[in-house]
């Protein structure tokens, strides 16, 4: 019999329906051919085919850069540094808008073009983590934006349109509103009991025996509301508004369970697509002092959203997460 759960960190509400599923394989979703590395401007060597670095790490001892940030070479939203912010639109009543203001960023995440975040060593995945770190902070100083979308998109299926591992990041005037509805879900439920959200659902993802990986300082969860099939949520087990915060132990743990999660996935279904997405605290919420737990979500791409998602605005999820988190664990020894 199906289920209607509800994830109360984002709101959402899924149908829990396993007798819908396929085996694992109808769910394998590849992403494209890897394209010629002569021609990748984000290999190492083809640094001025891009705009120039505004962050370079390196592992110690090497004598390149490890993990690289600039501005987007083609930017979804721009803000030229004397921009306040975003302008009206004389949009036709009653629909509203404003100019794109914003800023768009890449971090190339290794100088190889071939490998893949399953990949990372742990010192390399420390540097991926502090590099989200360092630019989250930068556009938080900055003082024009209200919060910033940190994503990874790997193959096709899941938007990416160059090969080249990358991550990118948004810094926008406005709070988007999936940041919204979690503010209100951490507000009102600190309300209600005086705890974090997030460490509540994680609690009961461990004693559900829903632990995908855990390296006592982030936990990567199948949680028990999972929206999607296979869909993991990286948490770290200190409560803190953002990444900007956590200690470097703290983000080399977090890049490391991004590892977990991406070799669990690889072990599963092979190279398959999939999105991270992490969630900081907005900006505006960090000033105003609001409850928050940052975390990010991996989401592999086994469905895709059909007529029913996108009319009632619920998910359907046609494998138990609980299922799904000993596929990964297994998946995790192989991957």
């Not at 001025?48 to 070479?73: C, D, K």
């Not at 406005?174 to 994680?202: K, Q």
């Not at 999820?317 to 799904?324: G, I, S």
Request: aromatic content about 8%; overall charge negative.
């Amino acid at each position: 019999m199906s289920e209607l759960r509800v994830d109360p960190v984002t709101g959402i509400t899924v149908v829990i329906e396993p007798e819908r599923a396929g085996r694992p394989r109808d769910f394998r979703r590849t992403p494209d051919e890897v394209a010629d590395a002569s021609t990748c401007p984000f290999c190492l060597g083809h640094e001025e085919q891009t705009p120039p670095s505004r962050l370079e790490l390196a592992i110690p001892g090497e004598a390149h850069w490890e993990v690289r940030a600039f501005a987007n070479m083609f930017p979804a939203l721009v803000a030229d540094p004397d921009d306040d912010g975003p302008d009206d639109l004389a949009a036709p009543w009653p629909y509203e808008g404003t100019t794109g203001f914003g800023a768009h960023e890449v971090i190339v995440e290794t100088p190889r073009h071939d490998e893949t975040l399953a990949d990372y060593s742990p010192a390399h995945a420390a540097l991926l983590a502090d590099a989200l770190a360092y630019r989250i902070k930068a556009w938080r100083e900055d003082g024009r934006f209200a919060a910033a979308v940190v994503f990874r998109n790997y193959g096709r299926m899941a938007g990416a349109s160059l090969s080249h591992p990358h991550t990118q990041i948004m810094a926008l005037p406005r709070v988007p509103d999936m940041l919204i509805r979690e503010i209100g879900n951490f507000t009102s439920h600190a309300a209600e009991g005086g705890r974090c959200v997030l460490c509540d659902t994680a609690r009961a993802d461990d004693m559900g025996d829903r632990i995908v990986y855990d390296d006592g300082i982030t936990v990567v969860h199948s949680p028990w509301a999972a929206p999607v099939p296979y869909f993991m949520r990286v948490t770290p087990r200190r409560c803190m508004a953002t990444i900007a915060d956590a200690t470097s132990e703290e983000r080399a743990s977090f890049g490391v369970a991004l590892v977990a999660a991406a070799r669990a996935i690889r072990g599963l279904f092979g190279d398959a697509a999939f999105n991270v997405i992490l969630h900081d605290s907005p900006y505006s919420a960090q000033h105003a002092g609001l409850p928050f737990h940052w975390h990010a979500e991996v989401l592999p791409r086994a469905s895709e959203q059909a007529g029913f998602e996108w009319g009632s605005g619920v998910y359907l999820n046609v494998v138990d997460p609980d299922a799904a988190a000993a596929e990964l664990r297994a998946g995790l020894e192989r991957g």
